[in-house]
T-cell receptor, first 109, second 116 residues
Framework: DAKTTQPNSMESNEEEPVHLPCNHS???????IHWYRQLPSQGPEYVIH???SNVNNRMASLAIAEDRKSSTLILHRATLRDAAVYYC??????????FGAGTILRVKS | EPEVTQTPSHQVTQMGQEVILRCVPI?????FYWYRQILGQKVEFLVS????????KSEIFDDQFSVERPDGSNFTLKIRSTKLEDSAMYFC??????????????FGSGTQLSVL
């Protein structure tokens, strides 16, 4: 499974944008970039995924570098409910998710 | 919004006992999964299930583990003889409504298994 590298933790102020980086220098052409998050005491929750183009949904935006070796999850306005562990995962189409340690996001009021 | 439900939320058992963890996936989903998370550690893949058979399993999923879809709505994980190291939060997930890809997984809230 291709590896991703994420910062251990990040901190943000409430109502401000958050940019969560992910490096995946060994990504292959068939790997999709997935983001999940895990709120305290809950199961992982799908956030967004993409292949080459930037993606937007109601939860977040995903910006993918042109060479696909890195990506950034963007939360446009962080709220206290966004405090969670965020996982960047490379997935070959249809294959299982392999979770890393993720980034712990703390949101300050 | 439809959700994956898991029961019980907490299960305490004695070492060597059998446990069955139950899950009701989202009703029209076709792919089913079990993951587990030992306290303070990563979420680990156990098994995936499609078309009434296991499609992939991890090294963790040894002969002590089995999965079953006994009817059209439930998906179960059985541990035949529990060990202390089986203590973890177990997450069920489902994906892939007909006509959709199986890329977006929906997870339940988990069953906390404590083996004493």
């Amino acid at each position: 499974d291709a590896k991703t590298t994420q910062p251990n933790s990040m901190e943000s102020n409430e109502e401000e944008p958050v940019h969560l980086p992910c490096n995946h220098s060994t990504i292959s052409g068939t790997d999709y970039i997935h983001w999940y998050r895990q709120l305290p005491s809950q199961g992982p929750e799908y956030v967004i995924h993409g292949l080459t183009s930037n993606v937007n949904n109601r939860m977040a935006s995903l910006a993918i570098a042109e060479d696909r070796k890195s990506s950034t999850l963007i939360l446009h306005r962080a709220t206290l409910r966004d405090a969670a562990v965020y996982y960047c995962i490379l997935v070959i189409y249809g294959n299982k998710l392999v979770f890393g340690a993720g980034t712990i996001l703390r949101v300050k009021s | 919004e439809p959700e994956v439900t898991q029961t019980p939320s907490h299960q305490v058992t004695q070492m060597g006992q059998e446990v069955i963890l139950r899950c009701v996936p989202i009703s029209n989903h076709l792919y089913f999964y079990w993951y587990r998370q030992i306290l303070g550690q990563k979420v680990e893949f156990l098994v995936s299930f499609y078309n009434n058979e296991i499609s992939e399993k991890s090294e963790i999923f040894d002969d002590q583990f089995s999965v079953e879809r006994p009817d059209g709505s439930n998906f179960t994980l059985k541990i035949r003889s529990t060990k202390l190291e089986d203590s973890a939060m177990y997450f069920c997930a489902s994906s892939g409504a007909p006509g959709q890809t199986n890329e977006k997984l929906f997870f339940g809230s988990g069953t906390q298994l404590s083996v004493l």
